[in-house]
């Protein structure tokens, strides 16, 4: 998976963050400032160029790029950035870019001035992990002027009622939480998602079941090596 982070850090918004897996990777590596939003060393890696003038960054064809994966597009500390970082999206219209965010409500007041309907080398994904959060954020992200929509269900925290939002979504990702203190992924609602998706005519994707995972009554502590495959085993992804 291709990846660029322009900066790093964030600030916890909602249940979904509780266990965020930036603040644990820092962790890890002894660092205690994920709170602190800071510009990244590759922040103009898609514009860097050869000597020949080529760009250095390419990527085979039809691989998108995921695009602020240790922070968020639209936290507030990164305003004074974004619109460089809209400059070198607009620039490069032969990537494709992935933005996932939990900031939704701040999309209306971060696009350029040119977004129009949407570009189409970008895709804008809306997280909800519970209820609460898909109550709040999807009415606003079914408002918006976006060319290619996606909803992500991750860490998937309750059952969650997509109907009325998926129209105009081209997939939805569901998965568990992973890490030590991950809470419980049950597999019903994974099963239900899917089943909305499947009635509305919306891609659907298992990505993995997360560390604390119940099917049919059982509970299982999944390593995190094996929480994708055993997602990819359940044999329930579907493409339309």
Same mark, same amino acid.
Request: hydrophobic share 35%; proline share 3%; glycine share 6%.
């Given at each position: 998976?291709?990846?660029?982070?322009?900066? $790093?850090?964030? $600030?916890?918004?909602?249940?979904?963050?509780?266990?965020?897996?930036?603040?644990?990777?820092?962790?890890?590596?002894?660092?205690?400032?994920?709170?602190?939003?800071?510009?990244?060393?590759?922040?103009?890696?898609?514009?860097?160029?050869?000597?020949?003038?080529e760009y250095k960054l390419s990527l085979a064809a039809g691989e998108p790029?995921?695009?602020?994966?240790? /922070?968020?597009?639209?936290?507030?500390?990164?305003?004074?950035?974004?619109?460089?970082?809209?400059?070198?999206?607009?620039?490069?219209?032969?990537?494709?870019?992935?933005?996932?965010?939990?900031?939704?409500?701040?999309?209306?007041?971060?696009?350029? $001035?040119?977004?129009?309907?949407?570009?189409?080398?970008?895709?804008?994904?809306?997280?909800?992990?519970?209820?609460?959060?898909?109550?709040?954020?999807?009415?606003?992200?079914? /408002?918006?002027?976006?060319?290619?929509?996606?909803?992500?269900?991750?860490?998937?925290?309750?059952?969650?009622?997509?109907?009325?939002?998926?129209?105009?979504?081209?997939?939805?990702?569901?998965?568990?939480?992973?890490?030590?203190?991950?809470?419980?992924?049950?597999?019903?609602?994974?099963?239900?998602?899917?089943?909305?998706?499947?009635?509305?005519?919306?891609?659907?994707?298992?990505?993995?079941?997360?560390?604390?995972?119940?099917?049919?009554?059982?509970?299982?502590?999944?390593?995190?090596?094996?929480?994708? /495959?055993?997602?990819?085993?359940?044999?329930?992804?579907?493409?339309?």
């Amino acid at each position: 998976m291709a990846v660029w982070n322009p900066w $790093h850090g964030c $600030h916890k918004l909602s249940e979904g963050c509780r266990n965020c897996y930036v603040y644990r990777m820092d962790m890890a590596h002894s660092k205690q400032d994920s709170h602190i939003v800071k510009k990244n060393a590759d922040f103009d890696l898609p514009v860097r160029r050869k000597r020949n003038g080529e760009y250095k960054l390419s990527l085979a064809a039809g691989e998108p790029l995921y695009t602020c994966m240790t /922070s968020d597009f639209f936290l507030e500390d990164a305003d004074e950035w974004r619109d460089e970082v809209w400059d070198m999206i607009r620039q490069r219209q032969d990537i494709h870019f992935i933005i996932i965010t939990k900031r939704i409500h701040r999309f209306a007041q971060c696009i350029p $001035h040119d977004w129009g309907d949407g570009w189409d080398n970008v895709t804008i994904c809306c997280t909800c992990e519970n209820a609460p959060t898909a109550e709040y954020r999807l009415p606003i992200f079914a /408002s918006l002027k976006i060319r290619h929509k996606e909803i992500v269900c991750e860490p998937l925290l309750s059952e969650i009622d997509l109907s009325g939002y998926l129209g105009s979504v081209e997939r939805v990702t569901a998965g568990g939480e992973s890490g030590n203190e991950a809470r419980l992924c049950r597999y019903e609602w994974i099963l239900d998602i899917r089943r909305q998706c499947v009635e509305s005519g919306t891609s659907f994707y298992f990505k993995q079941t997360g560390a604390y995972f119940e099917k049919d009554g059982r509970y299982y502590r999944i390593k995190r090596a094996l929480q994708h /495959s055993q997602a990819r085993r359940a044999g329930i992804n579907i493409e339309f």
